[in-house]
């Protein structure tokens, strides 16, 4: 383990989450009027092994996040255990650790396959996922509804992947005609090729329903509902040995409060968008940069920063809207984490009002520079850097300068240098390397945020 633990999820399109047992009652030693709990005691701590992923767990402003790690702490709750997480660097390290007994379970969607049926028992949420074709949202009678349809289209994939080789199975099955191409995925990945894709720059692509479904909540315009592979079931996984476990796991899913809790977890990392809270553009031609002008002259005096910035980011963050919250439970005009408010000696409540989410910020703004003083001595070309340290969390930056180092970048300097870094943190190869701490990161959203945050910076340093 590296660090703190962190975990994810992998979840799909045709996500049946079976709230029914997925273990059974192979163990055979729990009968069907005793609970699995009353035959085996549950530990008093729950060792659990997983990985970085955009489904599993992460890290987002500081804060642990994801899908099975959200669904384990509630089981955790729940059952009154204490977790000992692992971050394990690969599936088949992970199994391994199961195998040995180094973990009671794996709370990451493990597929269940033929060759390792007899590896591991499944249990817990089961998700289904297919590959899918992703394309423009067009009308109906544009859309390419039918395999056969891919015939004459170009169709952009990663070189070397599962989905360059179901694309060219596919071109086989239906007789040729697909205009395959592949694009390096030392620098182009999955999450790449669907913005894209968004972005009109390709026309079509293929990737597994759940990554399609997490990113078609940041791109609302993208259609992902034909399957092109055959359904994959996942879910977690414990040692046959602890078949017992399972059923306990199985037997908790399926009740009332935890299958609501799954729902809404399902909900909000699937479904909710996590875009812009509104799509409002604030116009600039007035007298004034933002309806706070004051406030922000009033705390950025204070603190020592330029609050043409500091109303940018405002921007950015919530188009100045002091009731926005977000898919991640940001609040108010700066966005504040709880867990950050906290650390302010705030709440989520109190952060809702705009003086306390301006000081708030300055103060988390005061303290990323300090903390970056070393590694970006220069003070101008720091913010942008401190401004990335606010959108994703320290320690990402912190990572991307490491890799910056290591490939040759320029680690002081952020444009074409620590930015590019930044953007490779979604990329398993760069994110699984040693030099980096945190894992996985949605590098494009901080890359992204820098950008649109300067760009409204420009404009408003033109005005009085």
Same mark, same amino acid.
């Given at each position: ?16 989450? &079976? ?17 699995? =709990? ?10 659990? *092994? $997983?990985?970085?992923?955009?489904? &599993?767990?992460?890290?987002?402003? #500081? ?35 199961? =195998? ?8 990451? &969607? ?7 049926? =007899? ?5 817990? !949420? ?9 394309? !423009?949202?067009? #009308? ?41 191409? $592949?694009?390096?995925?030392?620098? +182009? ?15 079509? $692509? ?20 034909? !399957? ?14 602890? %078949?017992?476990? #399972?059923?306990?796991?199985? *037997? ?34 007035? %007298?004034?940069? $933002? ?53 302010? #000696?705030?709440? %989520?409540?109190?952060? +809702? ?35 990335? *340290? ?24 952020? =444009?074409?240098?620590?930015?590019? %870094? ?11 390397? !040693? ?30």
């Amino acid at each position: 383990m590296r660090g703190p633990l962190y975990i994810i999820l992998s979840g799909f399109i045709t996500l049946a989450i &079976a709230g029914m047992s997925s273990c059974g009652n192979k163990s055979g030693q729990a009968s069907e009027s005793e609970s699995p =709990d009353s035959v085996h005691r549950l530990p008093d701590t729950l060792k659990v *092994a $997983t990985l970085y992923s955009p489904e &599993a767990y992460f890290i987002y402003r #500081g804060q642990e996040m994801g899908y099975d790690y959200e669904l384990l702490t509630n089981l955790a709750v729940d059952k009154d255990l204490a977790l000992k997480m692992e971050i394990a660097p690969s599936l088949s390290r992970a199994l391994e650790m199961l =195998d040995s007994g180094i973990v009671d379970l794996i709370a990451y &969607a493990v597929p269940i396959t033929a060759e390792l049926k =007899d590896r591991f028992v499944p249990c817990g !949420p089961e998700n289904i996922t297919t590959q899918v074709l992703v394309q !423009p949202k067009k #009308g109906e009678s544009e859309l390419i509804t039918d395999v056969t349809d891919l015939v004459g289209k170009d169709v952009y994939v990663e070189a070397d992947s599962k989905y360059e080789a179901r694309i060219r199975n596919l071109n086989q099955e239906v007789g040729g005609g697909i205009n395959i191409h $592949t694009v390096d995925h030392d620098t +182009m990945i999955t999450e790449d090729l669907i913005a894209m894709v968004n972005e009109g720059k390709i026309p079509l $692509t293929v990737v597994d329903s759940d990554i399609a479904r997490i990113n078609k909540t940041y791109y609302n315009d993208l259609d992902i509902t034909l !399957p092109l592979s055959f359904e994959q079931r996942s879910s977690w996984a414990v040692a046959p040995s602890k %078949a017992w476990l #399972g059923d306990s796991i199985d *037997a908790w899913l399926n009740s009332d409060k935890p299958r609501q809790e799954q729902a809404m977890l399902l909900k909000r990392y699937f479904e909710l968008s996590k875009n812009d809270p509104d799509s409002r553009r604030f116009n600039l031609n007035g %007298a004034t940069v $933002t309806p706070f002008d004051h406030l922000f002259k009033q705390y950025s005096e204070t603190y020592g920063w330029d609050w043409k910035l500091l109303a940018s980011q405002a921007y950015v963050e919530s188009k100045f809207d002091s009731t926005a919250v977000s898919w991640a439970g940001a609040r108010g005009l700066m966005q504040i984490m709880p867990k950050t408010a906290k650390g302010y #000696g705030q709440t %989520a409540k109190s952060v +809702m009002k705009n003086d306390v989410a301006i000081e708030t910020a300055l103060k988390l703004l005061r303290d990323l520079d300090k903390q970056l003083a070393s590694k970006v001595p220069d003070e101008k070309e720091r913010k942008k850097f401190v401004i990335a *340290a606010y959108n994703s969390g320290i320690a990402h930056v912190y990572d991307a300068i490491n890799l910056a180092k290591k490939y040759g970048l320029n680690p002081r300097k952020w =444009d074409g240098n620590v930015a590019k %870094a930044i953007l490779w943190k979604s990329n398993p190869k760069y994110y699984r390397d !040693p030099v980096v701490k945190y894992g996985y990161s949605r590098g494009r959203e901080t890359y992204d945020y820098v950008n649109r945050v300067y760009a409204f910076y420009s404009k408003a340093r033109t005005k009085a």
